[in-house]
């Protein structure tokens, strides 16, 4: 029983790196500047709830891509067949494709001849465009569907390319910009405090054209555009000059007017026709367009011969710069949808850190004085492994370059609470092989042998749930599930293979005989020796626990859940107001905006306002479109107001989150239960099955009950308690397990109770560590985690009572079932006696 001197080495380097690459977290910026270059400086990035800026997921618009590519398509297949001198009729677009009537059917396969070069190859054997015959004189363009996805796929990479060039222009530092899924890009600006300035820089396509007037009578080539104040005009579709080809553009003032403009510069191709263009149309009115909406109709007074000119229309200082920063960039190949959107300020994010670490280490210290007051001086080496544990968790996290949340915050608190749970079985077990008359190393040895298969069962069950958790979820649920995983990976080290060595060294250096694990001041939640008769309760506890699920499934019909925008789709603004809000003002206000149901409410204290309008029709645009009316409105109320937070969810977003947020919990719930089927017997993981269904819908009832806001937060709380209520049930199941290869001739009846009984102490201890731990969350984490900690607080009671008295209850019916059965075929198969003559 001595401790390898190499495995002591390595552990002893692990521990090490991880403290260098956890310090940089600790340090100031200028102590870092001063490091060695060999040494890790890099820190955990802080998600945009804690630090504050925007965050966008925008969509490319299949329908705008497909039509600008039939419009591209028709014009190429009207140049070619012009260029050939082949004649047509007619060239018009269908729903998919162009169709080509000819003048003569005597052309028509050198057409086809020439057409094929508009086909191009797609993967490894696929094409673009499929080209038909319909009779003699008709051809058939068609987009196919590998055509059309290769396109939204190559118009979501040029448009990564423009954003990265948009995003430049404004000068925001640190920006995240990636892909998405197949059709969707995320993009995240610390800092911008103005998402409206961010959704018009990002959202507008920014395809500039120049254009002659036509006149309004005429039948076709005549698009009827506006501008912004709402004025018509009758422009040709025919693009005169793209903005392709300016080379540069930049906000400016009007020499004349003193008003803002945006000056712009033509590349020399551009310049030439440009000169060509104004010199044959002296005196003809010119429109300028960008997203088919007029920005300016001057009448050209004289040929511009320069490669410049000015673009004037009413703007302001910040619109002139962001048209300037879209030209300069390029337009995007399509148009961008905003789906989501979610903005921070600074000082709110200042604040949530605050409340984060205020929260997380209180849990710290609850958990700390509880695991001392329990065990004494072994229960400080237990705290040390726990101090370890949110070191390596940091350097975990600086490594993997991850982003640090607030629900990480949460992740890396409730880590804490479970990771208690190791030592607490660790100990537990030693203690029982000490009161076998075993030595202080054998007893040392035999406890963490005999934990180690229940520990290991334990985490895995939470480790699948934080898996899935990761796969479904999305922004800081994902940061929740990694601080989580790696909480428990590293809770395996820490509590069972660095706890071995420090009590293995501890005992040999001071040569104990035997190893004495008492509480401090002989305190003890469970005394030794308790024998209760659980089983003698279980039809009062299967009867209430169903009672309560019936009336939780009642208020989950009504009042029903108060579903959070992230589900219900539409937008939330946080507000702080100058003075003590006024609710009836502003609900007058914001309701004669019309757009739809407005709940108000304050949060906090009288200068914080909470508003939530419903979800807006007519898709994503309505959305983000209704933002910009309900800040004016707020601000015509209160002009000192500000907006701490705002979320926009558009429709299909909040489908697709309800969606994984459901399936994640039925998806993890049934791994977790598959998972106790191989590793015990159908009985367990019927009676885990039947539990798990009376917790989880007791939670939601609960949030039914409270009113609080079901969304994405609410569904890691489900999950995480679906964790560790199969966590619970593990630890017990394990000692009912070995109970019975130990006590063949017991009762299944007193085997279970044996088994609660040995495993009390475990379960109330672990039960109240991970309710300390989260206790500091619930009552100073604030609004942005009150959703996640304030059921686990609740379900962390429900989990450990329903252990007890509905899983066990129903092992032993189902034993006592099997038994009877058994004892019934045996009754059936009665020996025969056979006499041989």
Not at 410 to 419: E, M, Q, S
Request: hydrophobic letters at 50%.
């Amino acid at each position: 029983m001595k401790n390898s001197p190499y495995m002591v080495a390595v552990y002893a380097v692990i521990i090490v790196v991880g403290i260098l690459f956890a310090l940089p977290n600790v340090l100031p910026t200028r102590t870092l500047e001063r490091f060695p270059a060999f040494l890790p400086t890099n820190t955990v990035s802080l998600g945009l709830d804690l630090r504050g800026g925007s965050h966008l997921v925008l969509e490319v618009d299949g329908a705008d891509l497909l039509k600008e590519r039939l419009r591209n398509l028709t014009e190429d297949s009207r140049r070619i067949l012009r260029e050939a001198e082949i004649p047509v009729s007619a060239v018009q677009q269908t729903q998919q494709g162009v169709s080509i009537v000819l003048r003569d059917s005597s052309k028509r396969n050198e057409a086809l001849d020439e057409l094929q070069g508009l086909v191009n190859p797609v993967g490894s054997a696929g094409r673009d465009l499929e080209l038909s015959r319909q009779g003699d004189d008709r051809i058939d363009l068609l987009l196919t569907d590998q055509g059309l996805h290769a396109s939204i796929s190559s118009a979501v990479e040029q448009s990564l390319e423009v954003i990265r060039q948009r995003v430049d222009q404004v000068g925001v530092s640190e920006p995240t910009i990636q892909r998405i899924g197949a059709d969707r890009i995320l993009v995240q600006l610390p800092g911008l405090q103005d998402p409206g300035q961010l959704r018009a820089l990002l959202g507008s396509t920014a395809k500039m054209s120049f254009h002659l007037m036509g006149d309004p009578s005429m039948p076709t080539g005549v698009d009827m555009l506006k501008d912004e104040q709402g004025n018509t005009y009758p422009v040709l579709n025919r693009i005169e000059l793209s903005g392709d080809r300016l080379t540069d553009a930049r906000a400016g003032f009007d020499s004349n007017t003193n008003e803002p403009v945006v000056n712009f510069r033509f590349d020399s191709t551009g310049a030439r026709a440009f000169a060509e263009i104004t010199r044959a149309n002296v005196g003809k009115p010119f429109a300028i367009v960008l997203d088919e909406k007029v920005l300016s109709a001057p009448v050209i007074r004289e040929p511009i011969i320069g490669g410049s000119g000015q673009i004037s229309g009413s703007f302001t200082v910040r619109e002139a710069t962001t048209l300037s920063a879209l030209l300069r960039a390029g337009a995007l190949p399509a148009k961008l949808t905003v789906i989501e959107e979610r903005s921070v300020g600074a000082d709110l994010g200042s604040d949530v850190i605050k409340k984060g670490v205020f929260a997380g280490i209180a849990a710290f210290v609850f958990v700390f004085l509880f695991m001392f007051l329990l065990y004494g001086r072994w229960g400080l080496v237990a705290n040390l492994a726990l101090a370890l544990n949110i070191v390596l968790t940091l350097a975990g996290l600086s490594l993997l370059g991850a982003t640090l949340t607030l629900p990480g915050i949460a992740g890396i608190v409730l880590g804490i609470g479970l990771a208690v749970d190791a030592n607490v079985l660790i100990n537990e077990r030693i203690r029982e092989e000490t009161t076998k008359g075993k030595s202080a190393l054998a007893a040392i040895d035999a406890g963490f042998k005999r934990a180690y298969a229940t520990i290991m069962d334990s985490n895995v069950t939470a480790l699948i749930g934080t898996v899935l958790l990761f796969w479904f979820g999305s922004g800081p649920v994902r940061g929740f599930a990694v601080t989580m995983a790696l909480g428990i990976v590293i809770s395996m080290f820490t509590a069972v293979s660095i706890v071995k060595v420090i009590m293995l060294s501890i005992a040999r250096r001071r040569r104990l005989k035997t190893i004495q694990i008492s509480p401090l001041f002989g305190f003890r939640l469970v005394p030794d020796g308790t024998r209760i008769d659980f089983m003698k309760a279980r039809f009062i506890g299967i009867g209430l626990s169903i009672l309560l699920s019936a009336a939780s499934v009642a208020l989950f019909f009504k009042p029903g859940l108060s579903y959070g925008i992230d589900f219900r789709g539409g937008i939330q603004v946080e507000v702080e107001t100058s003075a003590p809000a006024d609710l009836s003002v502003f609900r007058d206000r914001l309701s004669a905006l019309e757009l739809g149901e407005v709940s108000l409410q304050e949060f906090g204290d009288a200068n914080h306002l909470l508003v939530r309008v419903e979800r807006q029709p007519g898709g994503e645009e309505r959305q983000t479109a209704a933002v910009e009316t309900i800040k004016a409105a707020v601000t015509n109320i209160d002009p000192n107001a500000r907006f701490e937070r705002t979320e926009v969810v558009g429709p299909k977003i909040s489908g697709e989150l309800a969606t994984a947020g459901i399936l994640s919990v039925i998806l993890a719930s049934i791994a977790m239960l598959i998972y106790i089927w191989v590793r015990f017997e159908w009985p367990f993981a019927v009676g885990a099955i039947v539990t798990l269904a009376l917790d989880v819908t007791k939670t939601v009832g609960f949030f039914a009950l409270t009113g609080l806001d079901f969304n994405l937060t609410a569904i890691a709380a489900l999950l995480t308690l679906v964790g560790y209520s199969v966590n619970d049930k593990v630890v017990v199941y394990d000692r009912m397990r070995e109970n019975m290869r130990l006590y063949k001739t017991m009762s299944l009846r007193d085997v279970i109770n044996k088994s609660i009984n040995e495993t009390l102490t475990r379960s109330l201890y672990t039960s109240v560590t991970a309710f300390l731990a989260m206790l500091p969350l619930a009552i100073w984490g604030g609004n942005a985690v009150e959703s996640f900690a304030v059921p686990m607080v609740f379900g962390i009671v429900i989990a450990a009572t329903s252990s007890v008295f509905i899983a066990a209850p129903i092992l032993l019916f189902l034993g006592d079932w099997r038994a009877r059965r058994q004892a019934r075929v045996s009754a059936r198969v009665r020996p025969v006696d056979v006499e041989l003559v």
